[in-house]
């Protein structure tokens, strides 16, 4: 198989069963799929990795990316789903789905992990918050079980104490690894008896935290996964205290969008009046149109004229959308999904990418 049919063959959807809905807490549950044998090649996963799910709801077709919570060692595929409030999707995970209904589900995907070794005696450490803890979860189980020798420390922030998802098998894993899994739960709406588990993280308590309940000098990683402003101060807080930026790992669930409305106006601005004749090639085939300079992205231009390309989160999280670009250029307003090295190789998340050249060809089969 070459790599771009391999790479088409991961990024369609398959339809999987629901084997399993179990309540997690008030307002999340775990959905698990049976992966038949013929497929079970195909969804094989890393711990960190998450399953996109495309289902058309009132007529609307949405996507939606959920991490794994299992672990690849548990040989399940679960996902943790929260309800969000005027959430399309997990409204209808948490209130309408059953068991044996069948779902549109992508193959596992996303680069939120670091390479087991077994031999390795490592520390980590983990700051979630909310159904952040998902692919955290599937993280610690994993290093714990096959790195008999690492150890984890898990900062995890939540509203209330009945809003904590996975707290069962978190404490399963607690008492499962004592001496090497340590939790500390961080509630936003109740009261703590110790003052610093009150409230958010915040720069404040990250210091008092890397003072007395890890080392930022004998922490080999660090996982992050909640709101993008949790992970920006952290980040910024790890940094500042000279941690190396491969050592820092995170997951957004969501941008704000600030910042790209504001890019967006500036491009349209900037690039008003002008055309860019606009490329896409795609399971060998190309696609050519014409479009504004400075207007939409990528991604909806080439949908809104029938092209058929991969994509999930369309908030320049994910990846999904990534292509190559072959000529031309464009300002890619969000890249987080992306590494330093992609993109200097001319990667770019189609879903982020305003086009802004005369000619523009991008590929998605490199
Ligand atoms: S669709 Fe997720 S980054 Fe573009």
């Not at 698990?32 to 609307?60: C, M, R, W």
């Not at 820092?248 to 900037?270: C, D, N, Y």
């Amino acid at each position: 198989m070459s790599s771009a049919t391999s790479r088409k063959h991961l990024k369609k959807f398959y339809q999987l069963r629901v084997s399993e809905i179990s309540r997690d807490t008030e307002d999340s549950v775990l959905v698990s799929f049976d992966v038949p044998d013929n497929l079970a090649q195909t969804f094989t996963f890393t711990q960190g990795q998450y399953l996109t799910i495309n289902q058309h709801i009132k007529g609307e077709e949405l996507r939606r990316s959920y991490s794994l919570c299992s672990s690849p060692l548990d040989q399940r595929w679960t996902i943790g789903i929260k309800k969000i409030p005027g959430g399309r999707f997990s409204t209808f995970a948490n209130e309408v789905l059953q068991v044996d209904d069948k779902l549109q589900v992508m193959p596992p995907d996303g680069k939120f992990y670091v390479p087991i070794d077994t031999q390795a005696k490592r520390n980590f450490v983990a700051f979630a918050a909310g159904s952040g803890i998902t692919p955290i979860c599937s993280i610690i189980k994993t290093h714990l079980e096959r790195e008999p020798d690492s150890s984890f420390k898990l900062f995890y922030v939540n509203q209330t104490s009945s809003t904590i998802m996975l707290k069962e098998p978190l404490e399963a894993l607690k008492n499962q690894y004592m001496d090497r899994l340590e939790i500390c739960y961080f509630l936003t709406r109740e009261q703590r008896s110790i003052p610093l588990f009150n409230g958010r993280l915040d720069e404040e308590k990250l210091e008092t935290l890397s003072e007395s309940l890890f080392s930022l000098a004998q922490t080999d990683h660090y996982f992050m996964c909640g709101p993008e402003a949790m992970i920006q101060m952290i980040d910024r807080f790890l940094k500042g205290k000279g941690v190396a930026a491969s050592k820092i790992h995170f997951e957004l669930f969501g941008t704000s969008g600030e910042v790209t409305q504001q890019k967006k106006q500036e491009l349209e601005k900037a690039f008003k009046g002008k055309t860019c004749d606009l490329t896409i090639i795609e399971g060998g085939k190309s696609l050519n149109f014409m479009a504004e300079q400075g207007v939409g992205n990528v991604l909806d231009l080439a949908l809104s004229n029938a092209a058929d390309l991969p994509f999930a989160c369309k908030g320049g999280v994910c990846a999904t959308c990534r292509a190559k670009i072959v000529e031309g250029e464009v300002d890619m307003l969000l890249s987080y999904g992306l590494e330093q090295d992609e993109i200097d190789a001319g990667y770019i998340l189609t879903c982020q990418s305003v086009p802004t050249s005369d000619k523009l060809i991008v590929d998605f089969d490199c």
